[in-house]
C-alpha cells in the first residue's frame, strides 16, 4: 500500500491531492508447497483440513482533489477504482475481499451492499450477499461551503456499481462488459452537513437515487 497528500496545514486556502493504492494476493506459498509436495487436489483444487484456499490478486486505486475556491468554498473531485481476481485454485474470490457498492463512501443514494453488480436485480427482501462484486467504480463531485463555527454544507453527486469478471450462476447480469458497464453506471444526488473538528470530520449525508 502506498499513500500521497500534498496539503499543507499551514496554507489552508491551497488546493491539494491524495492518493492511495494498493496491490495484494494471497494463495500462491499454499499452492507452490501442495505442488511441491504432489499433494492430492479435490475437485480440481488443493485442501488443507478439507477446505479450498483462496488463490487471487487484488488491486484498489483511490484519488481525491479538492479544489479551494476561497476560505469559505471548495469543490471535492474523488475516483475510486478497483479490481479482484481470482485463479489458480479458487474461481472466486473470498466474500470478505471483494468489493460492494452504495453506503456512505460510494453511491449514497443506496445503502451499502444494496447496488449491483451490473445488471443484477434481486427479488430478496432481505440484505442479498450476492451483491459483491469483482471490478469497482465510483466518482463523486462534492461542494462544500463553509456556514458557522465548524458546522460545513455540501451538495454531491455520485456515480458507480460494481461488476463481476465472470458470469455466475447466483449473478445473472452482473458481468462487466465493455459494451453495456457504462449504462449501468448508477447516479444519485444529496446534500450533507460537516463538522470539521480538524482532527476529524463528522459527516452526515442524505442522498436521493437519480439513476438506477
Known amino acids: 500500500t502506498f499513500s500521497k497528500s500534498t496539503q499543507n496545514r499551514s496554507k489552508e486556502r491551497q488546493s491539494f491531492y491524495t492518493y492511495r493504492g494498493s496491490i495484494e494476493t494471497a494463495g500462491n506459498l499454499l499452492q507452490g508447497i501442495c505442488a511441491a509436495a504432489n499433494a492430492p487436489k479435490k475437485d480440481g483444487s488443493y485442501t488443507i483440513l478439507n477446505i479450498r484456499f483462496a488463490q487471487y490478486v487484488k488491486g484498489e486505486f483511490d484519488f481525491a482533489y479538492n479544489h479551494v475556491i476561497n476560505s469559505k468554498n471548495r469543490l ?3 475516483f475510486n ?3 479482484a481476481y481470482p485463479y489458480g485454485n479458487e474461481t472466486v474470490v473470498p466474500f470478505e475481499k471483494r468489493f460492494y457498492a ?3 463512501n460510494s453511491v449514497r443514494g443506496w445503502s451499502v451492499r444494496s ?6 436485480v434481486t427479488n430478496s427482501k432481505r440484505k442479498d450477499f450476492n451483491q459483491t462484486g469483482d471490478i469497482k467504480l465510483d ?3 462534492e461542494y462544500r461551503f463553509k456556514l458557522f463555527w465548524v458546522l460545513e454544507g455540501a451538495a454531491f453527486l455520485d456515480a458507480g456499481n460494481i461488476w463481476t469478471i465472470r458470469e455466475y450462476e447466483t449473478q445473472k447480469g ?3 462488459k465493455f459494451d453495456e458497464f457504462y449504462k449501468q ?3 444519485s444526488y444529496g446534500l450533507g452537513l460537516r ?3 480538524d482532527f476529524f470530520i463528522l459527516r452526515c449525508d442524505l442522498g436521493a437515487q437519480l439513476y438506477d
Not at 447496488?115 to 443484477?120: K, R
Open 102 to 104: 452504495g453506503g456512505a
Open 174 to 176: 452482473g458481468v462487466f
Open 195 to 197: 463538522f470539521d473538528f
Open 81 to 83: 477504482v478497483g479490481l
Open 115 to 120: 447496488l449491483g453488480p451490473g445488471g443484477y
Open 139 to 141: 466518482l463523486n463531485i
Open 76 to 78: 471535492v473531485y474523488h
Open 185 to 187: 453506471i448508477a447516479f
